[in-house]
């Protein structure tokens, strides 16, 4: 998923987080930019900038906010071991468009794989006095997360060992012996830039470049 950077400015220093163990979802009850929030937590609170790590807008558009790394301003007493999300809109009134909902699940899901330290997302009426994030927020969907979708294949330019499935792909095919058990086919002859590449398969398991080796 795309998370859009605006350049957000912070004063002073921000402190680098030591522990992730969880997530913490917020409303920001009430609509706006993320640099409107950013403004508001530096003139109104007087913080060195927004408190939340990500914000994400109804359109499902997902902004960064204070870098993930460092102490939030989101949930007292439980900034220095968690990532706050915040969603545009206030939720004790108004329900979330599917796009702000998935947008929300997926970046649960990124998270998660980014910390495997996380062992929980709450709300941030868990741990402070407060209706936030509303009790309209789809929480049980979002802290769901979703299933990522792996990429398809190692990117073009790598062109070397291949995961997804039984086969591997080489430069110049016909300079390569495969000497695991088993035989390999060419599936597939492709020429980027001037050189031949090919896709190997083998008749069993995967082939790892090891095995394959130049004649
Ligand atoms: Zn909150």
Known sequence: ????????????????RSKTDEIVLHHA???????????????????????YH???????????????DTVGAHAYGENGHTIGICFEGNFESETMSDAQKQAGAEL???????????????????????????KNFPF?????GVKLSEPEEAPEETRNLYRVSNELIVADPAKVKY???GVFTIVEEKTVNGVVYGRLKSGAGWISLADAKKV
């Open 29 to 51: 009850a009430g609509n706006g930019s993320v640099e409107s929030i950013h403004n508001w937590h530096i003139n109104g609170n007087g913080w060195a900038g927004i408190g």
């Open 54 to 68: 990500f914000y994400v807008r109804k359109d499902g558009k997902v902004y960064r906010g204070r870098p993930i």
């Open 179 to 181: 000497t695991g058990d």
């Open 108 to 134: 649960v899901s990124m998270l998660r794989k980014e910390y495997p330290s996380i062992v929980k997302v709450s709300g941030h009426r868990e741990h402070n006095s407060t209706a936030c994030p509303g």
């Open 1 to 16: 998923m795309d998370i859009l950077d605006v350049g957000l400015k912070f004063s002073g220093t921000l402190s680098k």
């Open 140 to 144: 049980e969907y979002i802290a769901a």
